[in-house]
């Protein structure tokens, strides 16, 4: 699988979230179509409208394209842009988790509830209360040692994501959306901290927070300092993703503008997370998302590229490749060609 084909071709697809379910693969991908949108910073050539849920038994088999799982008519507070999605499954149902504009054009975070891990999906009628940005992942952590089992949500994206337009008001000390950060800014200067991404615990009912979202600190491992703004090729972008091995926390994400794909380790799903180093290198096409999982004990990567569109940024293909964790936890793709 050194340069792996991609899941499927009839449509084009992009920012996979994969999971096992029933002892199936199950992949949330977000679904690019054409567009005469011009390639812009704030990313409206992602102009995605629906969800598919594509299946496969075994990699490298035959994948099910399911159809239109969620479209983005059926949900009232929606006005664009239905980017990268994640789902998880907890108390018998099956939700996914999707990043929208709303009327005003601001990217807050919806889910959708299914019996099915297929769907169809059924949205909630208002976004998830105090979310916001781009790129929810879900973790649905093991059981403690009191038998209790929580969940958390990993988001956040700077740029056309707005994680940068989120600040605090210093009299009320809550956030507000500031329009005025819009487009490709970020912190930046010396000794000026990366924006972290956001996690927050999600109530049982999966459908609300049960905290505020806080901030990730990724520390560099020399130092355990957290990691500057500027140091681009290791600082947090979008496209979070956190997964357990071996008892420790594994958050990986996108350095967006340097297009690598970088991971931390934690002990905690709150952070911090110690910076580990790089999964994938850049691929063909602007962006860069992916996810991790494992499957009959063997450990995919996901992610997508635009080779098959012949480069085009807005027209992605999903594809897996295997990784493997060396005797320090230190991942590495089992073919390191391409």
């Known amino acids: 699988m050194s340069n792996p ?25 977000s679904h690019d179509r054409e567009t005469d949108i011009q390639f ?31 479209h983005m008519d059926d949900i009232p507070w929606v ?38 891990p297929h769907g169809p999906f059924k949205p909630e009628p208002a976004p998830i209360p105090g979310s916001y940005s781009i790129d929810p992942a879900v973790l649905v952590d093991e059981p403690d040692a009191s038998g209790k089992q ?14 940068q337009c989120w600040v605090e008001d210093p009299k009320t000390k809550q956030l507000v959306f500031d329009a005025t950060k819009s487009g490709p800014q970020e912190p930046s200067g010396p000794g000026v901290l990366a924006l972290g991404p956001r996690v927050a615990e999600l109530n049982d009912d999966m459908l609300t927070f049960a905290s505020p979202p806080r901030e990730i600190q990724i520390l560099d491992p020399e130092t355990l300092q957290p990691l500057a703004a500027d140091d681009h090729d290791r600082r947090f972008f979008e496209a979070s993703w956190c997964h357990k091995y071996n008892g420790k926390y594994y958050f990986s994400y996108s350095t967006g503008d340097t297009h690598y ?16 180093g790089r999964i994938l290198e850049p691929v063909v096409g602007w962006t860069t998302h992916h996810s991790i999982a494992e ?9 997508h590229d635009s080779e098959l569109s012949g480069g085009a940024s807005h027209l992605r293909s999903v594809k897996m490749r295997e990784l493997i964790y060396d005797e320090n936890g230190k991942i590495h793709l089992k073919d390191p060609q391409n």
């Open 5 to 29: 084909k991609p899941l499927v071709t009839h449509i084009y697809t992009a920012d996979p979230s994969a999971h096992v379910f029933n002892g199936r693969i199950y992949v949330y991908p």
């Open 40 to 70: 812009n910073d704030n990313g409206d050539q992602y102009d995605m409208v629906d969800y598919h849920v594509l299946s496969l038994d075994e990699p490298g088999g035959p994948v099910t394209d399911h159809g239109i799982a969620l």
């Open 79 to 116: 006005s664009k842009q239905l980017w990268a999605p994640d789902a998880a499954y907890r108390n018998g149902k099956y939700y996914l988790y999707f990043p929208a504009r709303d009327k005003e054009g601001i990217f807050r975070i919806g889910v959708a509830v299914s019996d099915e």
């Open 150 to 163: 929580k969940a958390y949500m990993y988001f956040g994206g700077i740029w056309g994501g707005q994680l």
């Open 261 to 276: 794909i970088a991971y931390a380790v934690g002990d905690s799903p709150f952070g911090p997370f110690v910076y580990q």
């Open 295 to 303: 499957y009959k004990g063997r450990w995919w990567l996901f992610y």
